[in-house]
């Protein structure tokens, strides 16, 4: 692991960057490319505008990720521009050039309108433009919109991160650690869910929209829903569990991490730490060569036996994958990739060319199914849940006798288990950069 900042390593990534849009340029007959930074919709029957979220295509090539309308421009042989936007406006403050060292890798010009920006690319020939229709019409003139044979390569060759991309996403593992540690400790002391939320915000030094997703925090029952989207206000009685996953951002690129606690010891207690354990023997496949589809029917294997050790189930772990009792606790996928998006594109693909690798059968959500290689990260993220739905539908068909549906009831008023950790693919021992991010804010 480099020890280099993130300044240190920009130019490199960069020259990494242009060098694979030539390539994919030159493959798909564009002399240029053109990325839209982006703009935030405007709420309907209202003048105000939604939250920004910056292209992802866009700021992998420069860290601008809270300023709209920007516009980035680059054909081989020169160097990138960026067009800023630096409007005219007296309800807002514009946005400062940036002044930070990567800015001497790329030309930066000011623009007041980005309507205007087409007179910039209207002479490097057959130009490619990357960013929402709404966008940039106005300006697109000639140049071809989101041609689907170059963005498979760009969303292709993503997947391999910069030495720069993997530093950025040291820190925003950082800073997840530290959200994580503030909201275990609201949980400990008996806070609600909208407490451990806030105090996570604040010791991440971010505002709820510059996270990467919406943190899901969730206590007792709440735990089983996977995406689950609300704050109770008042913390629940008695308190038994707590399921987190959370993230943070570093110059546009995300950590992705969950962590389940039980309350006092006992059973479950004892369940998350055989989930740990599970867990951290996954995250050791994660090593260049292997298929990542092989890493979830493991997943399902290993999860198996830890639900048959602890009485849940009643069969060991490769039969209980092939029957689809293991599917009834564990619905998701192990991971995906994680990198400018939490869940980032290209993950299904095999090739340059969009071709996709298929999902094992039975195993619809799993959103990962490529080979893996070095500098690849993906998250790592095994679960355990007691989901009315999915219980219901196993105890109508032949897994119910696979089940024991007393220990169900006994588990279900914790909701369920996910741990989740960003891992880089590497050659030999893959690393861990969530373990390393909360060893170090010890």
Known sequence: ??????????????????????RSLGATGFDALVIHAGRP????????????????????????????????IYSPGARPRVLFYQPNDFWHKPARMPQAPWTACVDLIAMDDDANAGAHW????????????????????????????????????????????????????????RGHRAALAVFRRGGSEYEAHMD?????????????????????ENAAVLHYQ???????????????DAGAQYRGYAADITRTYAQRPGRFADLVQAMDGAQQQLCG?????????????SAHRILGDVMLEIGLTKLAGQAALESGVTSVFFPHGIGHLLGLQVHDVGGVMGDD????????????????????????????????????????????????????????????PYGG???EDNVVTTSSKPENMTRDAFARCA
Not at 210 to 217: A, D, F, H, L
Not at 376 to 397: H, K, M, Q, R, W
Request: one cysteine or more.
């Open 122 to 177: 209207a002479k490097l020939g057959r130009v490619a433009v990357i960013g929402s229709d709404r966008d940039v019409l106005p300006g697109l003139g000639s140049a071809s919109l989101n041609p689907p044979e170059l963005l498979a390569r760009l969303d292709y060759d993503r997947a391999v991160k910069t030495p720069y991309e993997l530093a950025c996403m040291r820190l925003a593992s950082e800073l997840g650690a």
């Open 417 to 419: 288990i996910r741990i």
């Open 41 to 72: 919709p405007i709420q309907f029957l209202d003048d105000q505008d939604y939250p920004f979220k910056v292209n992802p295509q866009f700021k992998a090539w420069v860290p601008i990720v809270d300023n709209p309308r920007c516009v980035l």
């Open 353 to 412: 060319k969009g071709h996709e690798r298929e999902r094992p059968p039975g195993h619809p959500y799993l959103r990962l199914t490529r080979m893996l290689e070095p500098g690849v990260v993906v998250t790592v993220e095994p679960g355990l849940y007691f989901i009315d739905s999915l219980l219901a539908a196993a105890n109508a068909d032949a897994r119910r006798t696979h089940i024991d549906w007393s220990v169900v009831e006994e588990f279900k």
């Open 230 to 244: 609300h704050l109770e206000r008042v913390s629940p009685s008695p308190l038994r569990s707590f399921l987190i």
């Open 1 to 22: 692991m480099s020890d280099l900042r993130p300044d240190q390593l920009y130019a490199a990534h960069l020259t990494t960057l242009m060098h694979r849009t030539d």
């Open 285 to 297: 496949e994660i090593v260049a060569g292997r298929d990542y589809r092989e890493v979830h029917l």
């Open 200 to 220: 996570y915000l604040t010791a991440c030094a971010q505002r709820e929209e510059e996270m990467p997703y919406n943190n899901i925090v969730a206590y007792n």
